[in-house]
């Protein structure tokens, strides 16, 4: 992932943490802004692998820890839904100084809540997608409930939330209650998408239900079937961020994803890991693709291995060559399909020239067509097909890699 680690100032001047994480090229197609759940941080696992799945699709994410929390300035007890809302109209505004305005926002739980009532203040916002998020600010107070009535009479109570202890005041409590919700949802004028868990046991998926009733369209629901609150397995996270990365594609303008897939004349690929296994992230012309290795060889199988790209695009430029000359003669092919597989043999187990000991890569390939062709058609689509592009690259030994160095940028 590529990423920068950044710092900007709220409006009473404190020094907020955050995170921008770039598509793989540095060339976003649009910007997300992340609202991160109550007392939670921007490096939360579940926020990582949202942010991750929307970079594959082309979209920077720009996460931050709310004031008084994470690495971010400012005493958390000071701090109340309000000011998480100013936090976020702030990130928006240094986004647009320094990079382009969001035009998406996302929030997690409480954060959901926020996005809503940050969109109001945010005319670049095209689309809003919240994540397990309480119809009602006031629904997260349910956390300290046993501590309501000392901090009514107190003016504050220390309550443990998630194992650690915060600091919560009264005027807190306050501003929640004075959260006009169903106003905020019948105004907000931008699409919205709603995801919520059906066994959500920290904020229920009626919340949900009130949050759809309440918006008007464009408005659409995702249901996260047997997802915590708190996206624990790394499926369900992965698995919001691709759903929000396209649904969002309607909303971020089209000239953006034109000019993401743009043809340079000439082949540009990007391939990237770090440090999670063998997962690797391909930006191909624009395209995003996915490689790994599988279980047995220690990855995590989530995308064809190297070899397997491999087959794979001997196998597109068979279909393409002989779709091409198909069409040219004008033979009634309707469809052509290839088969391939990749596997180490020894060189005497093949039917080929070198008779040496050591293994070789042998790539079958088998060719399917429907249409009606006679034989003497077949054959020559077959001949044909050992001169697809690809096919010559692989086998005519003339392939030279020249490698070089490219400096890294240093992180901000």
Not at 110 to 120: D, E, H, K, R
Request: glycine content about 6%.
């Amino acid at each position: 992932m590529n990423y920068k680690r950044l710092t900007f100032e709220n409006r009473e001047g404190q020094k907020l943490s955050a995170r921008l994480d770039f598509p793989i090229d540095s060339e976003p197609i649009a910007y997300a802004l992340f609202a991160h759940c109550f007392t939670c941080t921007k490096n939360l696992r579940a926020v990582q692998n949202i942010s991750t799945a929307l970079n594959e699709e082309g979209i920077a994410v720009l996460r931050f820890d709310f004031t008084g929390l994470g690495e971010s300035e400012g005493d958390f007890a000071e701090t109340n839904f309000s000011s998480n809302v100013e936090d976020l109209v702030d990130a928006a505004g240094f986004l647009a100084r320094e990079y382009e305005s969001p035009k998406i926002l996302i929030g997690h739980s409480l954060g959901g809540a926020a996005v809503l009532q940050a969109a109001a203040h945010l005319e670049s916002a095209r689309a809003v997608a919240t994540i397990g998020a309480p119809y009602d600010p006031e629904h997260v107070a349910h956390i300290f409930e046993s501590a309501i009535d000392e901090i009514e009479y107190a003016g504050e109570a220390r309550v443990s939330i998630g194992g650690r202890p915060f600091t919560i005041k009264k005027h807190f409590i306050d501003d929640l209650r004075a959260q006009n919700v169903e106003d905020t949802l019948r105004n907000l004028g931008r699409a919205l998408l709603i995801m919520h868990s059906p066994v959500d046991e920290i904020v229920g998926i009626e919340n949900a239900t009130l949050i759809f009733r309440a918006a008007r369209h464009p408005k659409s629901f995702i249901s996260l079937d047997r997802a915590d609150h708190l996206l624990t397995n790394p499926e369900d996270s992965q698995y919001v961020g691709a759903m929000i990365a396209t649904w969002a594609r309607k909303y971020i303008g089209a000239p953006q994803e034109e000019r993401k897939k743009r043809d340079h004349g000439e082949s540009h690929i990007i391939a990237h890991i770090n440090r999670s296994h063998y997962r690797t992230e391909i930006l191909a012309n624009g395209h995003p693709l996915v490689a790994d290795e599988p279980l047995s060889a220690g990855g995590t199988n989530m995308g064809p291995s190297p070899y397997d790209l491999l087959a794979a695009a001997l196998g597109a430029c068979t279909v393409i060559t002989l779709r091409m000359y198909a069409d040219r003669k004008q033979w009634p092919v309707k469809t052509i399909t290839a088969h391939l597989s990749h596997k180490k043999v020894h060189a005497e187990d093949c039917d080929c020239e070198a008779r040496i000991t050591r293994k070789i890569d042998l790539i079958g390939r088998e060719i399917e067509f429907t249409g009606d062709l006679d034989e003497q058609q077949i054959e020559r689509l077959l001949q044909i097909a050992n001169r697809c592009p690809v096919h010559r690259t692989l086998t005519d030994g003339q392939v030279e890699v020249k490698t070089s160095l490219r400096e890294h940028a240093p992180e901000a």
